[in-house]
């Protein structure tokens, strides 16, 4: 069996049905590769079997087109020293899950991930006599909605979730917001690598020293080699109170000479530099 074709382990954070499991599942089908997909209960975790080389690839949310960005994956992969090798945007679309077909009216707890509450408020605060609860995981949900066989318990989650663990979905579409995307990242030990004429993002983490327009002059570089900067996150320092690392998404392909030079000139006005991986574009409601 050819590398291609091997069948790859790739862990999610959550319980099958959790739509980190649906982005691997998209990911690796688009490139014609078989995935075993493996669940664990929080992104450290994931992250640290990769580490130890129990799976070959994990897939870690890292911002919501509504909620913003996921600050715990920023620090992880800070801290793990691993690789983003690839994108995907999974459509979130959630779903109230029932343990029995009952009208909503009779719902009195409603559980599920602190991100998926909030991105159903407007619903969940038209449920009376409702109390929201939240929950490791929107999949994890589900299983303790079908576990406890309460009719006054739902979760909210995925519709390929209520299918697998074989539950009625109540009401379906009930986000405050219908345009709503998660961005995935697919994280490796080693990175990858792309012919120059593959359209490319590129992810990097650098830090500066703490003066006046250091910032300034890190940015002004990608405009002067043409590289278009689509994202800039800061998060602080472990152990340096008031300075920040700062995380950057810019379109580009590492091995092109242009980012080549771009990484050179950020290196010498910069303490720390780490191109976190360059993998080709995805763009969100793209299939």
């Known amino acids: 069996m050819t590398e291609t074709t091997r069948e790859a382990a790739v862990g999610y954070q959550g319980s099958e049905g959790a739509y980190s499991q649906l ?29 130890a080389e129990e799976i070959d690839y994990a897939v870690l949310p ?31 679309a959630h779903c109230l899950i029932g343990a029995a077909a009952v009208p909503v009216t009779e719902i009195r707890r409603v559980f599920s991930h602190p991100v998926a509450l909030a991105q159903c408020g407007a619903f969940l605060a038209a449920l009376k006599d409702c109390h929201v609860e939240a929950f490791v995981d929107t999949a994890m949900a589900v299983e303790k909605v079908k576990h ?27 986000a405050d917001h219908p345009e709503n995307y998660t961005r995935m990242v697919i994280v490796a030990t080693d990175p990858a690598h792309h012919e120059r004429g593959v359209p490319c993002k590129t992810s990097l983490i650098f830090s500066t020293i703490h003066e006046q327009g ?50 050179r000139d950020l290196e010498s006005v910069t303490t720390f530099l780490k191109v976190l991986g360059s993998y080709p574009t995805r763009r969100a409601g793209v299939s």
């Open 23 to 51: 982005a691997a599942l998209r990911h690796f089908a688009r490139a014609g590769k078989p995935i075993r997909c493996v669940g664990y209960r929080s992104f450290r975790a994931m992250l640290e079997a990769l580490k």
């Open 62 to 92: 890292i911002e919501n087109s509504i909620a913003g960005s996921i600050n715990e994956s920023y620090d992880l992969l800070a801290e793990m020293g691993l690789f983003l090798v690839g994108e995907e945007f999974q459509p979130i």
């Open 148 to 174: 406890d066989g309460d009719p006054t318990q739902a979760a909210i989650a995925s519709e390929q979730a209520a299918a697998l663990h074989g539950l009625p979905i109540l009401r379906r579409d009930i």
């Open 214 to 263: 250091a910032l300034a002059r890190c940015i002004t570089i990608f405009a002067e080699r043409g590289l278009n900067l689509t994202k800039i996150e800061s998060r602080p320092k472990p152990d340096t109170p008031f300075e920040y690392i700062f995380y950057v998404d810019f379109e580009g392909n590492v091995d092109r000479e242009t980012t080549q030079a771009a990484l």
